[in-house]
T-cell receptor, first 111, second 113 residues
Framework: QQPVQSPQAVILREGEDAVINCSSS?????VHWYRQKHGEAPVFLMI?????EQKGHDKISASFNEKKQQSSLYLTASQLSYSGTYFC????????????FGTGTLLAVQP | NAGVTQTPKFQVLKTGQSMTLQCAQD?????MYWYRQDPGMGLRLIYY???????DKGEVPNGYNVSRLNKREFSLRLESAAPSQTSVYFC????????????FGPGTRLTVT
């Protein structure tokens, strides 16, 4: 029931781009993205509601394809500060208040 | 504004001991959550409370109990700790309606020997 994230880990040089994918076997109402730096708490990045919208947060954007039950997070021109573990959290309907998180994607940006 | 606070930060228990993890938020949020985080497993929901006076099970509730003491506080109790409960525990809270963001506390690192 946990969404599947890919890749599990990625190493980039500053300025390179990356895509992180999140797939669910269940129909989704929304997808939430969080970033967690080592030893810290997760921090909210953005939410995508069903409707196939795309959102942005600085040079980080995401899309949500509800028919495919997939979301992708796009990191453009990566910076050192982007390093951390990225989690998608999925919600089956807006009434549940419950998020089921994926296992995470570790992103390391090197100088 | 302290946000979400958790106590203690670290705890070591022996198998069979009990303890309560405390969580409080000062953002007047309705919903509160308890997660555990294990290497390679991501964040897994233990229990949540959509509003004061209500609690519901998450993905991994066995071995835990919760109390929503009031709107601010949501505690997690381990009645008889087991080594499988060694983990980092995060509390989170969320506001009403169009507020989607969950705010996480700093976490409690629990080791059960």
């Amino acid at each position: 029931q946990q969404p599947v994230q890919s890749p599990q880990a990625v190493i980039l040089r500053e300025g390179e781009d990356a895509v992180i994918n999140c797939s669910s076997s269940k129909a989704l109402y929304s997808v939430h993205w969080y970033r967690q730096k080592h030893g810290e708490a997760p921090v909210f990045l953005m939410i995508l509601l069903k409707g196939g919208e795309q959102k942005g947060h600085d040079k980080i954007s995401a899309s949500f394809n509800e028919k495919k039950q997939q979301s992708s997070l796009y990191l453009t021109a990566s910076q050192l500060s982007y390093s951390g573990t990225y989690f998608c959290g999925t919600e089956k309907n807006g009434a549940t208040n419950k998020l089921i998180f994926g296992t995470g994607t570790l992103l390391a940006v090197q100088p | 504004n302290a946000g979400v606070t958790q106590t203690p930060k670290f705890q070591v228990l022996k198998t069979g001991q009990s303890m309560t993890l405390q969580c409080a938020q000062d953002m007047n949020h309705n919903s509160m959550y308890w997660y555990r985080q294990d290497p390679g497993m991501g964040l897994r929901l233990i229990y949540y409370s959509a509003s004061e006076g209500t609690t519901d099970k998450g993905e991994v509730p066995n071995g835990y109990n919760v109390s929503r003491l009031n709107k601010r506080e949501f505690s997690l109790r381990l009645e008889s700790a087991a080594p499988s409960q060694t983990s980092v525990y995060f509390c989170a809270s969320k506001g009403l309606g169009g507020s989607y963001e969950q705010y996480f506390g700093p976490g409690t690192r629990l080791t059960v020997t």
